[in-house]
């Protein structure tokens, strides 16, 4: 299989006939020496959008799905699709319409530049103030933090080389941070310039608690890529400054109790014990981390459940 197309779909009973249908278009008109495949992950949906998935892939041969059986969010689907896809090249959409699939070409001959992961760049969005700024932040943030010069972190529309998909495992909010994971492991990275398309039908599923997640989950990824395979830098850090600290304030203490002076009530003293015992924690802390680090248990637990799926 040449180029795997990896669709989360979440009430979308609307929009995918018409997706696939330009998918499909693009690809047997425009591309016709690429063989693929859609897979479509229905992410619990709670309208129609199962029962239009099976009846689309009766009548399409292209398309495949698999569905949840609940809603486990964005990342989970993404990676229910990379586990279940093929492709050489795998291309990730998001199923509103707002991404073109008329740009598919672009993407394919960015990767032939010889990148291992293009990310799309709305320029002009067309989406409501709140999420436009909200955009606008994140992107600027991830930008500066992690020295990687993408405009748009978090557009669905992405197209990657198998070795980067093999390399992943995202969970959470992990699928806005996908170019910061693919640094991390050394692939090159660029960016495509794309027309975003307003909402044809339904609604957008972006909440505020997004933005919490988004917040946390960005913590993860930085702390990730700096002291993943070396906790022990980040927290024998801290617990050597703070042992150091809590050591300093005891000498002094002991210089002025040799000198006579009473020191058992001083809130100092306190002080000084609980700065040595901090650090003496977060020191045993980095060594379990260098501990769970060398036994290699960095795989995290898939937290989705499929119902169903029909990969032909």
């Known amino acids: ?137 994140f992107n600027k943030y991830m930008a500066m933090s992690s020295k990687i010069p993408l405009h748009d972190f978090n557009c669905g529309f992405k197209a990657y080389r198998r070795e980067l998909i093999d390399s992943l495992d995202i969970y959470g909010e992990l699928h806005r941070f996908i170019p910061v994971l693919a640094k991390r492991n050394g692939f090159r990275i660029g960016e495509v310039e794309v027309d975003h398309q307003k909402r044809k039908f339904g609604k957008s599923k972006y909440g505020f608690k997004r933005y919490i997640r988004g917040m946390f989950d960005s913590v993860s990824v930085m702390f990730l890529l700096k002291y993943r395979e070396q906790p022990m830098y980040y927290f024998g850090r801290i617990g050597l400054l703070s042992f150091l600290l809590g050591f300093a304030v005891c000498f002094y203490l002991l210089i002025n109790w040799i000198g006579g002076e009473q020191i058992g009530g001083r809130p100092l003293l306190m002080l000084g014990v609980l700065l040595i015992i901090i650090g003496t924690l977060f020191i045993c802390i980095g060594l379990l981390g260098d501990l769970i680090v060398d036994l290699g248990y960095r795989k995290h637990y898939d937290e989705y459940h499929i119902k169903e799926k029909n990969i032909r």
């Open 1 to 137: 299989m040449d180029i795997s197309f990896i669709i989360p779909v979440y009430n979308e009973e609307n929009s995918i006939p018409l997706l696939c249908t330009k998918i499909c278009d693009v690809m047997l008109n425009d591309l016709p020496k690429k063989s693929f495949k859609i897979i479509l992950i229905d992410d619990g949906s709670c309208d129609s959008t199962l029962s239009v998935i099976k009846d689309i892939q009766k009548e399409n041969p292209y398309v495949d799905y698999i569905s949840f059986r609940q809603n486990f969010g964005k990342s989970a689907a993404l990676q229910a699709g990379y586990r279940n896809s093929t492709g050489d090249i795998v291309i990730t959409m998001d199923a509103d319409l707002q991404d073109n699939p008329v740009e598919i070409k672009k993407f394919l001959d960015k990767l032939d530049e010889g990148y291992d992961m293009v990310s799309g760049w709305k320029r002009r969005r067309l989406d409501n103030f709140e999420k436009r700024w909200a955009s606008i932040i």
